[in-house]
């Protein structure tokens, strides 16, 4: 190959030897560069977690990611990264800074393994020289790459890229089957999506079905303000880019305007769902958060968080109607349980003609039966299937018939709750009104 190889040596046992070699090699045509100063499509929009004691280190490495398409957020130590993940924040990838107080990477990664797996989230660890054996030795935490200070683009770059291509192969599969499709009744909700992309509707209501639930949809916030006025909610999955009232302003407007005991669980829902979004919204008042894209696991989290207590209340009894009127017909003293027969026998029927106005979109008949309903209900204490009839009464009379189908589900539980709570009432002593 035209070229010479040589050995050096002092020939001394344990001094060892310097073999070198050169050739003659015919240059390759330029392949082209690639540039590391704009958007990289292989892992643009992936979301990072940084994590180092160091100011500049962090800023750094912001900028270099914001330029390749990544999101980014930092923490200044191991503690505030552990709270960002507890909570629910969602990462498909962190750094981490091996050499930091109080708590140092090796350390981090063992806690972070703790709540998240090598699938969900690969670690990254910046090391100096000499480092990376010793964290090898010290720890059984597996990193996808160990990069040596100071960081070369280049080099952050193909581990990203490794990193991230190997973290999208492993997960893609084990994500699809973490629907759990009967969540929503395990732990029913009152769900209005404010939301006004219709594309992103559809998405999210797809997923909310799989999972067993339906929601109301708002376009705006000026129409989340009117669905409430109409009908509490136990979650709003608020958008918080709208039009006309953005989701900010309108949380805002539900925490003054609503009852503490009625306050909805807000989630918002963002594309920029990062640290400086996160508290932009808790300041508006909201709970939580998940980002767009909306991914089920994220979401699955959100509702898990969020109390039931719309539909909780279903079983409640107004029972001061129910002693009113067994002190009325004292001369017959049935009368509960006579009207609990006719109320078993009459609602279930009702409730099957309201699925079929739903069906046919026959607002009249919706109205009359929902009329019906209602007052059967009221009359027997039952409040909360009263307001949900009222509001499809009132859907009826105005001719709002789509989405009424979604009710229907709310109303079953709400009726199915009322019995028993009218059952237990009957096997409690009678109550006697305090004059």
Partial sequence: MGGTMWVESEGIPGK??????????????????????????????????????????RTILELQLQTWGLKSASAASGPEALEWIRRGDRFDVAILDMQMPEMDG?????????????????????????????????????????????????QLYNALVDTLAQRATRVQEPARAQVDTTMGQRHPLRILLAEDNLVNQKVALLILQKMGYRADVAANGIEVLDALDRQP??????????????????????????????????????????????EMCLDAGMDDYVSKPVRVEELVHALAQSNPRVLAD??????????????????????????????????????????????????EKLRRAAHALKSASANLGARALAALCQEMETAGRAGQVNGAANHIAQVEHAYACALGALKNYLAQPPHTLAL
Avoid at 30 to 56: C, E, F, K, M
Avoid at 247 to 252: I, K
Avoid at 331 to 347: H, S, V
């Fill in 106 to 154: 090796i350390t981090l990664a063992e806690e972070i393994r703790k709540l998240r797996d090598a699938r969900a989230l690969p670690l990254m660890i910046l090391t100096s020289v000499g480092s990376r054996a010793e964290a090898e030795k010290t720890t059984r935490v597996e990193f996808a790459a160990f990069l040596l200070k100071p960081v070369k683009a280049s």
């Fill in 233 to 278: 909610y136990d979650v709003i999955l608020m958008d918080v880019q709208m039009p006309e009232l953005d989701g900010l302003e309108a949380t805002h407007a539900i925490r003054m305007r609503v009852p503490a005991d009625r306050q909805p669980r807000i989630i918002a829902m963002t594309a920029e769902a990062m640290q400086g979004d996160r």
């Fill in 16 to 57: 060892g030897a310097t073999f070198q070699f050169t050739i003659r090699v015919t240059a390759a045509p330029n392949p082209g560069t690639l540039s590391l100063r704009a958007v990289q499509p292989q892992i643009a929009g992936a979301r990072a977690l940084i994590v180092d004691d160091n100011q500049t280190n």
């Fill in 314 to 363: 279903s079983g409640e009894l107004d029972r001061k109607i129910l002693d009113e009127l067994r002190d009325a017909a004292s001369d017959a003293p049935q009368i509960i349980e006579e009207l609990l027969g006719l109320f078993q026998r009459n609602a279930p029927k009702l409730i099957a003609d309201l699925r079929h106005a739903a069906e046919t979109q026959d607002a």
